[in-house]
């Protein structure tokens, strides 16, 4: 197994120089990907990395709305992505065709989109936003200016109470893999380790993050988590994040929180366990699968994610 991962982290190095290519990977993916990887980071950190990378070709180790948005952001660039077919519940719970019939429902509203939607969705909204700025992206808009809110019905719930904004119209979407967190079950792991903090993602329901002692993006978790002076936490997001915390914070402990049904593995996201070390080799070898998008739907996408980055 080890020889196995170092004989193809050593093929993928050497086609990464042959061919002048970057790898970014977002959090969620397995540890092994994580290794082989120039750029880890959460969503937001993604995003602006990949409107500056130099390399003639960008490798995205995520989920599809991921490398699309590399590719809206960097169009000269070739994207690559080693499986296509790793999508975004979140993403997919929001067609752009239905969008925009809701949102001609809603005229004079400003879009606040999170990231996690393809293409087509954001090229129908003005702002988009991660769950690092989304506080921050909703506060650059006057407060008398509606607002819709999507996809993600927790995160936008999140930020209207943060806000106390109640002209925010919220989509119905949410992600597979937060939404399944039992509140029953991180409160009796407080009870076996009572000197935890509660770390949650915002994406996950509002009675959860109603316990939590931090609510973040996988990157303010992180820091939360190096910054605190407690050393054991119950994390509360996909479990890939703990490869991170315990390579940067060896000596603290970190406890995943179960998902309701502890035998169904959900609290790992299927899509970002799709990219394995083979898809990223072969995808190296055939520079294929790529991805490809209409000028105008890039130029229309574009204009939203170059908005956020504006604000941060
Ligand atoms: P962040 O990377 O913004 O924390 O989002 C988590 C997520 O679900 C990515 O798909
Ligand atoms: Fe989408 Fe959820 Fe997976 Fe993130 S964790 S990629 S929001 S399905």
Redesign the pocket.
């Known amino acids: 197994m080890v020889e196995n991962f170092a004989a193809l982290a050593a093929r993928i190095a050497q086609l990464k120089k042959e061919k002048d290519v970057v790898i970014l990977a ?3 993916t397995t540890p092994e990907v994580q290794a082989v990887a120039d750029f880890l ?6 995003s602006v990395k990949a409107k500056d990378i130099e390399s003639k070709i960008i490798l995205f180790a ?2 599809h ?2 490398a699309e948005t590399a590719k809206v952001l960097s169009p000269d660039k070739k994207v690559l992505i080693p499986n296509p077919e790793a999508g ?1 519940s ?1 993403a997919e719970s929001c067609d752009a065709e239905d969008f925009a019939a809701f949102k001609a429902q809603y005229p004079n509203h400003t879009v606040v989109s999170y ?2 939607t393809t293409v087509g969705v954001k090229a129908l909204t003005d702002i988009c936003c ?3 700025n989304a506080l921050k992206v909703v506060e650059s808009i006057p407060a008398e200016q509606p607002i819709i809110f999507a996809p993600d019905r927790n995160l936008g719930g999140y930020i209207k109470k943060l806000t106390g904004r109640d002209n925010m119209v919220l989509w119905d979407g949410a ?1 597979h ?2 939404e399944e967190f039992s509140l029953e079950k991180i409160l009796e792991l407080k009870k076996e380790y009572p000197q935890a903090k509660i770390v949650v ?1 915002p ?1 996950c329901k509002a009675v959860v993050a109603a316990v939590a002692d931090y609510v ?6 992180l820091d939360f988590c190096g910054t605190s002076e407690v050393s054991e936490f119950i994390v509360v ?2 479990a890939g994040i703990l490869a991170e915390m315990r390579r940067k914070y060896p000596e603290k402990s970190f406890i995943p929180a179960p998902p309701i049904d502890s035998t169904c593995g959900c609290n790992e ?1 299927r899509y ?1 366990k799709m990219v394995t070390l083979q898809s990223i080799l072969s995808c190296l070898e055939n520079e294929s699968p790529e991805i490809v998008m209409d000028e105008q739907t890039r130029k229309a996408a574009e204009r939203s994610i170059v908005n956020m980055i504006a604000i941060k």
């Open positions: 977002h959090y969620y980071g959460d969503s937001l950190a993604l995520g989920v709305f991921m975004c979140l990231v996690n991660t769950s690092s992600c893999v937060h993602h994406e973040g993006s996988t990157a303010g978790i997001t996909e996201c970002m």
